[in-house]
């Protein structure tokens, strides 16, 4: 992060944030659907399938930082640097879709006016804000209609291609609109006591891979200006000053 701010300021971008839903409450579900709902129109992507979730999230000054030399106990954590900068970072292992529903995760702690409450409470608005962003209420209602008793995979499927969400929180979604009447647990015991089920719902599908790269455009940047040496390039990508003489450059 001393880097990433270094090079904005040796570019003089001005990285302020604007929190549009800090002034909403959270005291139910519903505060967490109506947040969502605003921060996604303040966004301008409506009820449109957020398709790269990073890009978006760099777009609106909230750095994304992944990591790759962590296991999978860590998830992911979310602050504000210097009591100014968003930051979220990520397991940089995961598959897209759990990428994506953890970075939303940590969107909801980093934005949301949690009340005072236990961690078992606050984890639940972040989870149910993650999964409204990723497939609005409004949305599960047009996929699959006000009621079911039956669902194929290969539907599930294209929900979990077009708007990046994991079919186990596409199901979680499912009952929570009323639209499937089994609890979660039964979805999730069909599923565990079937390893070939487990293993065609366990597999990614979406198609953006979700990978930060806004550091590395300004590097290239500040190079390409001159703002900074080669061998300053060098040390900040960790790529060989000989790789990057060998890059094009128009």
């Avoid at 979604?173 to 366990?202: M, Q, T, W």
Wanted: aromatic letters at 10%.
């Amino acid at each position: 992060m001393e880097n990433y701010l270094w090079i904005e300021d040796i570019l003089q971008i001005d990285s302020s944030f604007e929190n549009s839903i800090g002034g909403i409450e959270i005291k139910s579900a519903e505060d967490v659907v109506a947040a969502v709902l605003k921060l996604r129109n303040d966004w301008k992507i409506g009820l449109d399938p957020a398709h790269n979730l990073i890009q978006l999230l760099e777009d609106q000054e909230i750095k994304v930082v992944e990591l790759h030399d962590v296991d999978d106990s860590f998830d992911g954590l979310a602050t504000f640097v210097n009591d100014k900068y968003p930051v979220i970072v990520v397991n940089g292992h995961y598959t897209v879709e759990r990428k994506r529903f953890t970075l939303l995760h940590e969107l909801g702690h980093l934005l949301m006016n949690l009340p005072e409450c236990d961690r078992k409470m606050e984890e639940n608005f972040c989870n149910l804000f993650a999964a409204e962003f990723l497939f609005p209420r409004d949305m599960v209602m047009y996929e699959f209609g006000p009621a079911r008793n039956a669902l194929y995979i290969e539907e599930l499927e294209a929900v979990q291609e077009k708007y990046g969400i994991s079919i186990q929180a596409i199901i979680c979604r499912l009952v929570d609109a009323g639209i499937i009447h089994e609890n979660k647990s039964y979805f999730y015991r069909a599923i565990n006591s079937n390893p070939e089920l487990k293993r065609i719902i366990d597999q990614p599908r979406f198609a953006t891979p979700e990978k930060s790269e806004r550091f590395q455009q300004l590097v290239f940047r500040a190079l390409s200006q001159e703002n900074i040496s080669i061998s300053k390039a060098s040390s900040l990508l960790n790529r060989s000053i000989s790789e990057l003489r060998e890059s094009t450059m128009f």
